[in-house]
């Protein structure tokens, strides 16, 4: 793909739209709105009886719906629920090869960050997420994991020089927690191979969060998974039980705060579609 300076500005389709409920992306079947539609069917069949029982044996039996998550450091996505980063920086996992972005929205799974060296996060972030850094790897506990955070990716770019991309957004603060080491860490596989730049917006979950139910598959060196929540989600409700972080205007000032920042380190990043 051929590079083209980085927009300062919104323009166009890239503005970040206002506010609206987000779309959960299911996989199968939704089985209550199986059994709705059967109960519409009921009055118009001759044999409305028996199609009402096999629908229902059917929409009983599909296989669950699943929701698609990225896994990310647990305390990188409380630092999105704080508000205090919008960016993710990602070259993939062993077993993805290259990173590639899935989806433009998804819900965020979290995974343990270990941190062996303080510089790897911004000064003071160890201390205001000491929570999350304590947490346990979510596959080792008993019932389900719970989910708090989803993301909708805003905009992205290929980018190579992972460093310079941390200092140069390191000020102001509000664009992410990583510290001077963050770069060099990720930079040690793979060397020199592209990363993703995402300005993701984070929306918080009403009340508690979405629980999914534990599996095997989600786990392992790569960097997307297909969750199935204990609870399924109405289409009707889609989205409605989320909020986002930050309001339009104060996203959209971060969101120009990042842009700036790469164009003014004359830092290479190739924009990529969505």
Not at 23 to 50: D, F, G, K, Q, Y
Request: glycine letters at 6%.
């Amino acid at each position: 793909m051929l590079k083209r300076p980085i927009p300062t500005t919104w323009t166009g389709a890239r503005r970040p739209a206002a506010h609206r409920p987000l779309a959960i992306t299911t996989h199968t079947i939704n089985s209550s709105n199986a059994r709705r539609r059967t109960a519409a069917a009921t009055a118009a069949t001759p044999n409305a009886a028996a199609d009402a029982a096999t629908n229902a044996a059917a929409a009983e039996n599909a296989a669950p719906e699943t929701l698609l998550a990225l896994k990310e450091w647990g305390l990188v996505i409380d630092a999105m629920l704080a508000g205090d980063q919008v960016l993710l920086l990602r070259k993939g996992g062993l077993l993805d090869g290259k990173f590639k972005l899935e989806a433009r929205e998804f819900l965020l799974f979290p995974t343990v960050f270990h941190v062996d060296d303080p510089l790897l996060l911004a000064p003071g972030t160890v201390e205001k997420f000491a929570s999350a850094l304590a947490l346990p790897e979510p596959k080792t506990l008993a019932g389900p994991v719970p989910l708090r955070c989803r993301a909708r990716v805003e905009a992205a770019w290929s980018v190579t020089d992972a460093r310079r991309v941390v200092e140069a957004l390191a000020r102001p603060p509000g664009l992410h927690v990583w510290g001077g080491a963050f770069a060099a860490a990720r930079l040690k596989w793979r060397p020199g191979a592209p990363m993703t730049l995402a300005l993701v917006r984070a929306y918080a979950r009403r009340g508690d969060a979405l629980a999914v139910r534990q599996r095997d598959e989600y786990y392992g060196c790569f960097s997307w998974a297909r969750v199935e929540p204990v609870v399924q989600e109405n289409e009707e409700d889609e989205g409605e039980g989320w909020e986002p972080v930050l309001s339009d205007a104060v996203f959209s000032e971060r969101a120009a705060l990042a842009r700036e920042g790469l164009a003014a380190a004359g830092i290479e990043a190739t924009p990529l579609e969505l």
